[in-house]
T-cell receptor, first 113, second 118 residues
Framework: NAGVTQTPKFRVLKTGQSMTLLCAQDMNHEYMYWYRQDPGMGLRLIHYSVGEGTTAKGEVPDGYNVSRLKKQNFLLGLESAAPSQTSVYFC????????????FGEGSRLTVL | DQQVKQNSPSLSVQEGRISILNCDYTNSMFDYFLWYKKYPAEGPTFLISISSIKDKNEDGRFTVFLNKSAKHLSLHIVPSQPGDSAVYFCAASERRATYGGSQGNLIFGKGTKLSVKP
């Protein structure tokens, strides 16, 4: 019973490098989300998807791109990493958008030097 | 401009006593509220929710109270246990949000770290 799985769990990047975080869910959820958590800032929505092939911007989308080519996967890309993107990233999915419980992955800790 | 505010970064409570975590919101369009619990090195997990048509929802040791006129909600944990020690996030959304719009996504507070001491 995997739920929401994020890979990798940890990554260290140099400024300017690119990388992709992968999120996979096995609950057949329509909605998927990427959040970042920073000390004293709570969880902030980066991008989200309401279905396969669709994505939309959240509260802090700059510097990130996403893709949802398959219903079960939601990818978060950093084209040119910056130290300000050092954070813990959480992927989540839900069956319903506004009242549904979000199921979160364990998080991916990214450090940009 | 924070729409969901948790003004207490931390709270310490003795085991067996009541823990009360508070949350305020500014957006009068919010009509659904949730609490999430997060342990270190894990993702948040859903704890309890409440719709704006109710003023109280109870689930075991956890009760959420909603005061719409004050735009305030609180989470009560009775009795508190050491295993309840975690960060608690309050979140809110607009159920009436249109499909595809940005409304309707959950807005999270900054969290309150609860420590329950044996």
């Amino acid at each position: 019973n995997a739920g929401v799985t994020q890979t990798p769990k940890f990554r260290v990047l140099k400024t300017g490098q690119s990388m992709t975080l992968l999120c996979a869910q096995d609950m057949n959820h329509e909605y998927m989300y990427w959040y970042r958590q920073d000390p004293g800032m709570g969880l902030r929505l980066i991008h989200y998807s309401v279905g396969e092939g669709t994505t939309a911007k959240g509260e802090v989308p700059d510097g990130y791109n996403v893709s949802r080519l398959k219903k079960q996967n939601f990818l978060l890309g950093l084209e040119s990493a910056a130290p300000s993107q050092t954070s813990v990233y959480f992927c989540a999915s839900s069956a319903l958008r506004t009242t549904g419980e979000l199921f979160f992955g364990e998080g991916s800790r990214l450090t940009v030097l | 401009d924070q729409q969901v505010k948790q003004n207490s970064p931390s709270l310490s409570v003795q085991e067996g006593r009541i823990s009360i975590l508070n949350c305020d919101y500014t957006n009068s369009m919010f009509d659904y509220f949730l609490w999430y619990k997060k342990y270190p090195a894990e993702g948040p997990t859903f704890l309890i929710s409440i719709s704006s048509i109710k003023d109280k929802n109870e689930d075991g040791r956890f009760t959420v109270f909603l005061n719409k006129s004050a735009k305030h909600l609180s989470l009560h944990i009775v009795p508190s246990q050491p295993g309840d020690s975690a960060v608690y996030f309050c979140a809110a959304s607009e159920r009436r949000a249109t499909y595809g719009g940005s409304q309707g996504n959950l807005i999270f507070g900054k969290g309150t770290k609860l420590s329950v001491k044996p």
